[in-house]
C-alpha cells in the first residue's frame, strides 16, 4: 500500500501497527522521503481490505494533530509494476529507516 496525504509525525506509522496486528496481518510500515508511507503486508484478501478501510477511515488526534489519508492505493504481488516481497515477515513492525 502507499498512501499519501498528512501521514508523516502524527503518529500514523504506530497507529497502523495496532490496527494491523489487531486484524492478524504480519509485514511493516515505514516512511518514505517523498512524503508517503509504505505498507508491506501479509494476509487474506479480507485483512488487507479492513486495514485499507480503517486506515481510510482514520479519526485519530496525535499531539493535537489528526492525520489525514488522502490517497491510499493497494497494489498486489505481481500486479503491474509491484514485485513479490523480497521477505516473509513475522509480526507487524515499523521500519523506521526511510525507504
Given at each position: 500500500?502507499?498512501i499519501?496525504?498528512?501521514?508523516?509525525?502524527?503518529g500514523?506509522?504506530?497507529t497502523?501497527?495496532?490496527?494491523?496486528?489487531?486484524?492478524?496481518?504480519?509485514g511493516?510500515?515505514?516512511?518514505?522521503?517523498?512524503?508517503?508511507?509504505?505498507i508491506?503486508?501479509?494476509?487474506t484478501?479480507?485483512?488487507?481490505?479492513?486495514?485499507?478501510?480503517?486506515?481510510?477511515?482514520?479519526?485519530?488526534?496525535?499531539?493535537?494533530v489528526?492525520?489525514r489519508?488522502?490517497?491510499?492505493?493497494?497494489?498486489?504481488?505481481?500486479e503491474?509494476?509491484?514485485s513479490?516481497?523480497?521477505?516473509?515477515?513475522?509480526?507487524?513492525?515499523?521500519?523506521?529507516?526511510?525507504?
Amino acid at each position: 500500500m502507499l498512501i499519501e496525504g498528512r501521514v508523516q509525525g502524527v503518529g500514523f506509522r504506530a497507529t497502523t501497527r495496532r490496527i494491523a496486528r489487531d486484524i492478524g496481518l504480519e509485514g511493516l510500515v515505514r516512511n518514505l522521503r517523498d512524503g508517503r508511507v509504505e505498507i508491506f503486508c501479509e494476509g487474506t484478501q479480507e485483512q488487507i481490505d479492513e486495514l485499507a478501510a480503517r486506515l481510510r477511515d482514520l479519526d485519530r488526534t496525535v499531539l493535537g494533530v489528526r492525520p489525514r489519508v488522502e490517497n491510499l492505493s493497494v497494489y498486489y504481488e505481481n500486479e503491474d509494476g509491484f514485485s513479490p516481497a523480497w521477505t516473509s515477515y513475522s509480526g507487524f513492525e515499523v521500519n523506521h529507516s526511510m525507504g
